[in-house]
């Protein structure tokens, strides 16, 4: 089991960027996969990227795909998440994910979760 807090979350204006970053405690943050998913008012958990243990593979969302970029530090027990460009539509709370079972999109897949880190774009 793995205990993950983001940060880095806050409002910034559409067109600008933001850095999340989700530091894990626990043993072997190196043998995990880790995701991030977002969930917008309304609306249910969604996946937006997620980066094998390794680092060596990543997979986007198309809404996400060419902005925003994944990257793991497992020197720091850290994962980032660089988002540019950014949408009114891409307002939502931020979670990542930890599951050492699976690399993919599915959200059930993953056990351990994050409080969440409120990003909000301003139009």
């Known amino acids: 089991q793995v205990q993950l807090v983001e940060s880095g979350g806050g409002l910034v204006q559409a067109g600008g960027s933001l850095r999340l970053s989700c530091a894990a405690s626990g043993r072997a943050f190196s043998s995990y996969t880790m995701g991030w998913f977002r969930q917008a008012p309304g609306k249910e958990r969604a996946f937006v990227t997620v980066i094998s243990w390794g680092g060596g593979r990543t997979d986007y969302a198309d809404s996400v795909k060419g902005r925003f970029t994944i990257s793991r530090d497992n020197a720091k027990n850290t994962v980032y998440l660089q988002m540019n460009s950014l949408k009114p539509e891409d307002t939502a709370i931020y979670y990542c994910?930890?599951?050492?079972?699976?690399?993919?999109?599915?959200?059930?897949?993953?056990?351990?979760w994050g409080q969440g880190t409120q990003v909000t774009v301003s139009s």
């Open positions: 994910a930890a599951t050492r079972r699976f690399y993919g999109r599915r959200l059930v897949e993953y056990d351990d």
